[in-house]
């Protein structure tokens, strides 16, 4: 397996060299909205450790990894009006990982509709922006 690549996009993204739209953010993990969502409210979070994937992690970054993984689909559920909640995370090309920094997918899933392409169409970022919004309000409530 090839080493952690500092240069990948969500690295350039925790430095602030590129922008995202921010969800939360601890000393450990970084939330924000996937800007080719699957669905509305299509998130992700990612650990602040160097890591490709699940497969090269150190053990010690998935409690607070998962921890803000359940924090963010609580919101979900919240803010987008949803009991279902999908978490996914792939490892290496083969499995369909396109970036190499160990992330989670938090995807809401209102009754009745299907996904979108994974890594399909690029969302409008008003749109991104609201529902960043609105996560945020719905972290604050909690
Ligand atoms: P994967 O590596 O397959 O788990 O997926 C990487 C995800 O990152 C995809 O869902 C992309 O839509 C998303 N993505 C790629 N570039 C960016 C970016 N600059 N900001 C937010 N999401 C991104």
Do not use: W
């Amino acid at each position: 397996m090839p080493s952690y690549d500092p240069e990948n996009i969500f690295a350039k993204i925790l430095r602030g060299e590129i922008p995202s739209h921010k969800i939360f953010e601890d000393e450990h993990t970084y939330a924000f909205m996937d800007i080719m969502p699957q669905a509305d409210g299509h998130a992700l979070v990612i650990t602040k450790a160097g890591s490709r994937n699940l497969l090269d992690a150190d053990p010690s970054v998935f409690a607070p990894l998962m921890a803000t993984v359940q924090k963010v689909a609580r919101a979900a559920q919240k803010a987008f009006g949803v009991e279902g909640v999908l978490i996914k995370q792939f490892n290496e090309a083969d499995a369909g990982q396109t970036v190499y920094h160990l992330h989670v997918h938090v995807i809401p899933r209102p009754a009745g509709t299907l996904l979108k392409p994974h890594s399909g169409k690029m969302a409008d970022h008003s749109l991104l922006a609201e529902h960043a919004g609105k996560y945020r309000a719905a972290l604050a409530e909690a």
